[in-house]
């Protein structure tokens, strides 16, 4: 087992995830039991098969919560490639080899490819890219302060509350100032119950206001396990949030800033394209960084 620091080139910062190089054998219910035991945002499973077939579908990998599996997730999805990238040309498969330009796995939403780019001096990069989003509904606002316990005047009126999805889908939440984002405090069980009638999973809580000047949003996700250092996937979903509503242009590379309350901060690169009026081509990227080896006995 490893863990690598996600969405970040400094250790003890970003998101931490576990990887379990090897999950054969294990039953559903132990890898649940074990991403219990790691008590992060998620835990991953790489379940080796033969090289003809990773070559063709891919890295078969497993997400798991502290509470459930996920179809996909996006700091597991870019922390576990960048393991698998580490682990050197002695492990079978071209694609698994120490500096390989692509790793792409296979999921339980699909293949999702990792490109990494290499520049002299700096660390590596890894960028993803998500299946193409749908767009739900966009909610009122007055509903969504009824079910969280917040204010109307807390959202940002010029932009709208929308569900969209690369895989999971997300309601992407916009709030006016960096202060209301600080003190955010919501009645999750609420929100939860209102999520579960309009076809969301999580909020994704964004302000244009930010502490790095060069970022574009702001971030936080609050859900049952506590508050998320880092979303990869919502992040997807904010990148074809804010291609679609001008706030990014199509393309643009810009950075969104998350855990930085809670004192983890992360950046995440996101980019998405358009081509016949669609948002197509959504790509995620950042840094990670290894910090932990070790072995559980079971």
Same mark, same amino acid.
């Given at each position: 087992?490893?863990?690598?620091?996600?969405?970040?080139?400094?250790?003890?910062? %970003?998101?931490?995830?576990?990887?379990?190089? @090897? %999950?054969?054998?294990? *039953?559903?219910?132990?890898?649940?039991?074990?991403?219990?035991?790691?008590?992060?945002?998620?835990?991953? /499973?790489?379940?080796?098969? @033969?090289?003809?077939?990773?070559?063709?579908?891919?890295?078969?990998?497993?997400? /798991? *919560?502290?509470?459930?599996?996920?179809?996909?997730?996006?700091?597991? *999805?870019?922390?576990?490639?960048? =393991?698998?990238?580490?682990?050197?040309?002695?492990?079978?498969?071209?694609?698994?080899?120490?500096?390989?330009?692509? #790793?792409?796995?296979?999921?339980?939403?699909?293949?999702?490819?990792?490109?990494?780019?290499?520049?002299?001096?700096?660390?590596?990069?890894?960028?993803?890219?998500?299946?193409?989003?749908?767009?739900?509904?966009?909610?009122?606002?007055?509903?969504? =302060?009824? =079910?969280?316990?917040?204010?109307?005047?807390?959202?940002?009126?010029?932009?709208?509350?929308?569900?969209?999805?690369? %895989?999971?889908?997300?309601?992407?939440?916009?709030?006016?100032?960096?202060?209301?984002?600080?003190?955010?405090?919501?009645?999750?069980?609420?929100?939860?119950?209102?999520?579960?009638?309009?076809?969301?999973?999580f909020f994704y809580f964004v302000t244009r206001e930010t502490v790095d000047r060069d970022a574009r949003l702001h971030a936080r996700m609050l859900f049952y396990n506590g508050e998320d250092p880092a979303t990869g996937s919502a992040a997807g979903c904010a990148a074809a949030w804010m291609a679609t509503h001008g706030v990014a242009k199509p393309d643009e590379r810009v950075l969104i800033e998350q855990g930085v309350e809670m004192k983890r901060p992360s950046r995440i690169f996101v980019r998405a394209s358009r081509s016949d009026n669609r948002v197509v081509n959504v790509r995620v990227?950042?840094?990670? #960084?290894?910090?932990?080896?070790?072995?559980?006995?079971?």
């Open positions: 087992m490893v863990q690598w620091d996600v969405f970040t080139s400094r250790p003890l910062e %970003g998101n931490s995830l576990a990887v379990f190089l @090897d %999950g054969r054998g294990l *039953t559903d219910a132990e890898m649940q039991a074990l991403a219990k035991e790691m008590n992060l945002s998620e835990t991953t /499973f790489i379940l080796p098969r @033969d090289a003809a077939t990773e070559r063709e579908r891919g890295i078969r990998v497993r997400i /798991f *919560t502290v509470q459930e599996e996920l179809p996909f997730a996006g700091h597991p *999805t870019l922390g576990t490639a960048f =393991a698998l990238r580490a682990r050197g040309s002695e492990d079978r498969g071209d694609q698994k080899k120490s500096g390989a330009a692509q #790793v792409v796995l296979e999921l339980n939403v699909g293949k999702v490819p990792v490109n990494f780019e290499d520049s002299a001096g700096q660390p590596a990069f890894g960028e993803m890219t998500q299946i193409n989003p749908t767009f739900g509904i966009q909610h009122e606002r007055g509903a969504i =302060a009824r =079910a969280l316990g917040l204010r109307v005047e807390d959202f940002d009126d010029s932009l709208p509350i929308e569900t969209v999805s690369t %895989g999971l889908p997300y309601t992407v939440t916009p709030l006016k100032s960096l202060a209301v984002m600080r003190n955010l405090q919501i009645d999750l069980n609420r929100g939860t119950e209102y999520l579960a009638q309009t076809a969301g999973r990227g950042g840094n990670s #960084v290894e910090i932990l080896r070790g072995e559980v006995f079971l």
